[in-house]
């Protein structure tokens, strides 16, 4: 088999996160096609314990430790250099080096690059074909970020979501192709750089429907109590800024009419923003083993995302349970509705207050087999990684 080198902004295992479930089936497609070489970052001490398993998939494999902490004052670099300040984030001689040795020793003429910011370690090379999965436009998230800061914070997200776009310019100029998470995001980023429209396309997420299934049997964590419920890493703005929005805007009117409602917050590293919404209502789980078992007995899954980028795996994985979702319309973008779904899409907190209220007093508690077709249908991993290789072999 030919070789690949494959650079991933973060281990791609386990797949428990959005950018995570991604890469981790990016790697399972390729190791059938390639002998994958595969450079990483490792920015949780909890991941250390999965390289054995990520080794076991790759022909070799490379890991360099990120601290979030010392890497933020790196990226301070990025004001006196002129780059974006994600740039210096992950600048790593050791991680330079090891790519340079591994094109060299094994003649590599092939590099996916998963992640703008990983780009920086090939940008100076024309002896190999480049494509990149930017996923998501970056440069936009910041934009919105600064949307919704004041002062310096807000003129330094708009100087992230500058740079950051010249740069992902720059590094789709010298790809044979860029890729991204939707439809819809690639689009804007043709808006952004219409000299490249036609090297420009995208790969959707996928969902593993046998993974999340309503069919799976698993024990209630809940008493007799409607639970509502909302997944996602806990650290990550967008998902704090939306339980937070959440619990004080939409939670206490349906309190008002459902008093025996619960809301459930089911993730990891929940900042200290989010462990102070916890009450007698509000159940801040932290990190759980298994998020199937918050979901199979929900009431209904709710995804108030008021930032959001590309295609939320949230939303899908409880589609694919056959569960009732009320979502901002930010939720589900580069998702291609349709008035089958048992779904509501919604951005005032009162609408939406009225409508989870509205659902509960029903007790609409029925599995949605036109929500799991749809998953099915349009996200099935298996059909949408094979593009993958049909990219990279394109002449």
């Not at 940008?123 to 190999?128: L, M």
């Not at 919105?144 to 500058?162: D, M, P, T, V």
């Amino acid at each position: 088999m030919e070789n690949l080198l494959f650079l991933v902004h973060r281990i791609p295992y386990p797949p428990n996160k959005g950018d995570k479930i991604r890469s981790y089936h990016f790697l399972k497609h390729l190791i059938s096609k390639y002998n994958v070489y595969l450079g990483t970052f490792v920015d949780d001490t909890n991941d250390w314990k999965y390289t054995e398993k990520v080794d076991a998939l790759c022909a070799e494999t490379h890991y360099e430790e990120l601290k979030p902490f010392q890497s933020k004052v790196k990226s301070v670099q990025g004001f006196l250099t002129g780059d974006a300040l994600s740039l210096p984030y992950y600048k790593n001689q050791k991680m330079q080096n090891w790519v340079n040795d591994t094109i060299k020793t094994h003649s590599i003429k092939k590099v996916l690059i998963f992640s703008s910011v990983m780009a920086q370690f090939i940008e100076n090379r024309n002896d190999v074909e480049i494509v990149v999965d930017f996923v998501d436009v970056d440069s936009d998230k910041w934009l919105q970020y600064a949307e919704k800061k004041q002062g310096i914070a807000r003129w330094i997200y708009q100087r992230e979501s500058k740079y950051l776009l010249a740069y992902e310019q720059k590094i789709a100029e010298i790809a044979k192709k860029s890729l991204f998470v939707s439809e819809q995001e690639a689009a804007l980023f043709k808006a952004l750089t219409p000299s490249l429209t036609e090297k420009i396309g995208y790969i959707n997420n996928g969902v593993d429907v046998d993974y999340f299934s309503p069919d799976l049997k698993f024990d209630s964590l809940f008493h007799d109590e409607n639970a509502i419920v909302f997944t996602g890493a806990m650290d990550y703005w967008a998902n704090v800024d939306a339980v937070i929005w959440f619990a004080n805007n939409v939670f206490p009117q349906i309190l008002q009419k459902n008093p025996k409602t619960t809301f459930y917050i089911v993730g990891s590293k929940p900042t200290k923003d989010v462990l102070s919404l916890a009450n007698e209502n509000v159940i801040v789980t932290g990190f759980v083993d298994d998020v199937r078992p918050y979901l199979s007995f929900a009431k209904l899954v709710i995804a108030p995302l008021r930032i959001a980028r590309g295609i939320q795996n949230k939303v899908l994985e409880a589609m694919a349970m056959g569960k009732y979702v009320v979502a901002t319309s930010s939720a589900f973008e580069g998702i291609p509705c349709n008035e089958k779904l048992a779904i509501s899409i919604v951005d005032d907190a009162n609408i939406m207050a009225n409508k989870v209220s509205e659902l509960l007093e029903n007790n609409f508690v029925v599995v949605s087999n036109a929500n799991r077709d749809f998953v099915k249908e349009k996200f099935s991993w298996e059909q949408n990684v094979n593009q993958l290789s049909v990219l990279l072999n394109r002449e």
